[in-house]
Structures are given as C-alpha cells and as structure tokens.
C-alpha cells in the first residue's frame, strides 16, 4: 500500500530535519488514515485505486492554492508548494498515455459514453485523467 511507503518516507524525512517533506507527508497520512477510519466503519477496505486518489485530491488543492500564492505575488510559498507537489507525485502512478487509452477503449466491445466511463473508473482508477478519456473517446466516435 501506498500509505506504508508515505510513512517511510516521512520517517527518513523527520531523520534529514525535511520540514517541507515532512509537511506534506503529515497532511497525506493524515487524509489516507481518515479515510481508512471512516472506510472500516462502513464495513470496506482502502484499496490503492483509493490511496491515488486522495493523493491526487491533495495535488489539485496544492496546485489551488499555489495559484492563489502566485496571484498574491508570494514567490516563496509558490516554490514551497512547489516543491511539496513533486515531493508526493512521486507516489502517483504513470497515468496513461491517449495512445494506450485509445487501444483500451478499441478494444471494448461497447463504446457507449457511459460504458467506457464506467470500465475506466472500475479498471483504471487514478492511472488515467476521465477528462483524457472523454475527449478519446469524442475522437474516435
């Protein structure tokens, strides 16, 4: 699981004093273990598919928030966020090319809207941007 080697890291970062790694590593085992609280409370297990995406969550906040950093014209805390943003991504999977997706939706036998929506988001959750996918799929129809 991806939480595990969060936690690793955020060890090895606690031993190299890394505030800014340490920073985002809290904030992201902080949001995966609610996640799994709430997850075992309702009878379910977190699944890795889970873990991307909160992790992805997190970087569309910190992209967010940067921009408001960057309209404020405060160029220390954009690099710093900056900087958390490729310190996490590195637990993001590849995401797959419109090459590969467009092999994957071909190879469907219904390429109806909803269906290859749904085969996406059950097989390829977190390793594929839906809006990619949607435009994909407006190609090839």
Partial sequence: MIIDDIKKANVQAMRDRNTTARNIYGVVINKLMLEI???????????????????????????EEQEGYRTAGRVEQVEEIARQIDIISVYMPELLSEEKITMIIEGLSDRSVPSVM?????????KCDMKTVSNVLKNIK
């Fill in 118 to 126: 749904r085969h996406f988001k059950e097989n390829h959750a977190g």
């Fill in 37 to 63: 609280i709430k997850r075992r409370d309702g009878g379910t297990l977190m699944t890795e598919a889970d873990e991307v995406q909160i992790i992805n969550k997190t970087i569309k906040e910190l992209v």
